[in-house]
C-alpha cells in the first residue's frame, strides 16, 4: 500500500529540489527515498525507477521555464522582450540548476508525452523574443538556436560558479544581451527584398 501523502508529483518535485541542492547527476533513487523517509522500493510504487523521475523532472522543469519565458516576454517586444527572455532563463537555471540539467537531455517518449508541449511553450517564448527583429524566415531557426546556445552557456557556467574573471557577471550578461540585440537587428534589417 503507498504511503499516505505520497505521490507521482511529490516524488517529482521532492526528486527536483534534490537535483538543484546536490547536483542532477547525483541523484539517485536512494537518496529521494531518504529524503522522503521511506525504503527506496517504496517510491516505485510513485515512479518507474531513476529515469522516469528524471524524465518527470525534465517536465516539470520544462514546464517552469516556459511559464517564466511567457510570463517575460508577454507584452513585450524587440529589446524588451529579448531581454526579459534572457533575463528570466538566466534566473531559472541559476536557482534551479538541477531541474534544467535534466531538460538537456531529456527526450519525449512518445507523441503524447507531457514533455512535448512543455518544450513547445518554451520554443514559442524565446520565438516571441524574436518577433520584433524582421529576420528572413530562413534565419529564424538559426537565430533561435543561437538565442537558446548563448542563454544556456552563460546560465549554466554562471550556476557552476565558473566566471572566475574579477569582471560584474550582471555586466557581461547586459554586454550579451546588447550584442544579441545589436547582432539581430542587423541581421533583420539585412533581409533581402
Known amino acids: 500500500m503507498p504511503r499516505a501523502g505520497l505521490d507521482p508529483a511529490t516524488v517529482t518535485e521532492t526528486g527536483a529540489d534534490l537535483a538543484d541542492e546536490i547536483g542532477f547527476a547525483q541523484l539517485s533513487m536512494s537518496v529521494v527515498a531518504e529524503r522522503l523517509g521511506v525504503k527506496t522500493p517504496s517510491l516505485y510504487k510513485h515512479v518507474d525507477g531513476l529515469a522516469d523521475l528524471s524524465h518527470r523532472i525534465a517536465i516539470l522543469a520544462a514546464t517552469e521555464v516556459g511559464e517564466a519565458l511567457g510570463t517575460a516576454v508577454d507584452g513585450a517586444t524587440g529589446r524588451e522582450a529579448l531581454d526579459g527572455a534572457a533575463r528570466a532563463l538566466r534566473a531559472y537555471v541559476v536557482q534551479h540548476p538541477g531541474r534544467y540539467a535534466a531538460t538537456v537531455s531529456a527526450r519525449p517518449t512518445g507523441p503524447d508525452d507531457a ?48 566566471f572566475q574573471m574579477n569582471t560584474d557577471i550582471d555586466e557581461s550578461f547586459t554586454w550579451v544581451i546588447t550584442f544579441l540585440d545589436q547582432g539581430l537587428r542587423g541581421r533583420g534589417s539585412a533581409r533581402p527584398v
Open 115 to 162: 514533455l512535448i508541449p512543455a518544450r513547445d511553450r518554451v520554443l514559442t517564448a524565446l520565438s516571441g523574443a524574436l518577433a520584433d527583429y524582421d529576420l528572413d524566415p530562413a534565419d529564424e531557426i538559426h537565430a533561435l538556436r543561437m538565442l537558446r546556445s548563448v542563454l544556456h552557456g552563460f546560465a549554466t557556467l554562471e550556476a557552476a560558479d565558473s
